[in-house]
């Protein structure tokens, strides 16, 4: 069974930092793009950022020079580290990845469970 697995979560002080993983696995042949999204209470889903798989990153503005995606292909797996935290980054974070099953299948969305980030002192 082909699933995304995160990790990562917890409470943390206001200004800390957490690191959250996502990790594929199954019978999987190739990852695109990987993603992080969230949802706070009462909120819309929202985009935090984005990876292709050569690299190129992409963040919300809400974000930037504070949170940092990269991955490690061989591993099947994104990380996503997330400094200098606000209590407006309380969320629910959900990984998100393109994948393909076989040579021929076209590229299929799946979502992570997600993991719960609280910030408050």
């Known amino acids: 069974q082909v699933q995304l697995v995160e990790s990562g979560g917890g409470l943390v002080q206001p200004g800390g930092s957490l690191r959250l993983s996502c990790t594929a696995s199954?019978?999987?042949?190739?990852?695109?793009?990987m993603g992080w999204y969230r949802q706070a209470p009462g909120k819309q889903r929202e985009l935090v950022a984005t990876i292709t798989n050569d690299g190129t990153t992409n963040y919300a503005d809400s974000v930037k020079d504070r949170f940092t995606t990269s991955r490690d292909n061989a591993k099947n797996t994104a990380y996503l580290r997330m400094n200098s935290l606000e209590p407006e980054d309380t969320a629910v974070y959900y990984c998100?990845?393109?994948?393909?099953?076989?040579?021929?299948?076209?590229?299929?969305?799946?979502w992570g469970q997600g993991t719960l980030v609280t910030v408050s002192s």
């Open positions: 199954g019978s999987i042949v190739s990852i695109n793009t």
């Open positions: 998100n990845a393109n994948i393909r099953l076989c040579r021929l299948c076209a590229y299929r969305e799946l």
